[in-house]
């Protein structure tokens, strides 16, 4: 459960910092959208990993890391739907490593239900007569 905690908490890291973002003046921009999907998402994949024990919630924990650092990475390389950013200031920084974490978090919790998944498949069925 600690895993799913931090899991959760570098989720509504990077939503709240997307919100502070978005509030800053990227509403004004093309991607400005996109922040308000990523606040809404980063907080209900942090209810769902911390209330629903299943494999789905830990899939959106690292897709959503990886999804949003992939789209910081494009914009400050190539450039994002014409937004071209940088890699400087606090809040790219607790940004980008929130999202590390909910890839690495996402990862092993996928990892352990994986290892947990083919001892249940083993075990001998019972039917009731």
Same mark, same amino acid.
């Given at each position: 459960?600690?895993?799913?905690?931090? #899991?959760?908490?570098?989720?509504?890291?990077?939503?709240?910092?997307?919100?502070?973002?978005?509030?800053?003046?990227? =509403?004004?921009? &093309?991607?400005?959208?996109?922040?308000?999907?990523?606040?809404?998402?980063?907080?209900?994949?942090?209810?769902?990993?911390?209330?629903?024990?299943?494999?789905?919630?830990?899939?959106? &924990?690292?897709?959503? #890391?990886?999804? &949003?650092?992939?789209?910081?990475?494009?914009?400050?390389?190539?450039?994002?739907?014409?937004?071209?950013?940088?890699?400087?200031?606090?809040?790219?920084?607790?940004?980008?490593?929130?999202?590390?974490?909910?890839?690495?978090?996402?990862?092993?919790?996928?990892? =352990?239900?994986?290892?947990?998944?083919?001892?249940?498949?083993?075990?001998?069925? &019972?039917?009731?007569?």
């Amino acid at each position: 459960m600690r895993l799913r905690v931090v #899991g959760a908490a570098a989720l509504l890291v990077s939503a709240g910092v997307h919100l502070y973002l978005w509030f800053d003046g990227v =509403r004004h921009q &093309t991607v400005g959208p996109m922040f308000l999907v990523n606040v809404v998402a980063g907080i209900v994949i942090a209810t769902l990993l911390l209330r629903w024990d299943h494999w789905v919630p830990a899939f959106l &924990t690292a897709g959503f #890391g990886a999804a &949003t650092l992939g789209a910081f990475v494009i914009a400050s390389t190539v450039g994002l739907l014409g937004v071209h950013t940088v890699w400087s200031g606090g809040s790219v920084w607790a940004a980008a490593i929130s999202e590390v974490v909910c890839i690495v978090v996402g990862g092993v919790l996928l990892l =352990r239900r994986r290892s947990v998944t083919p001892q249940l498949a083993s075990r001998p069925r &019972t039917h009731a007569s």
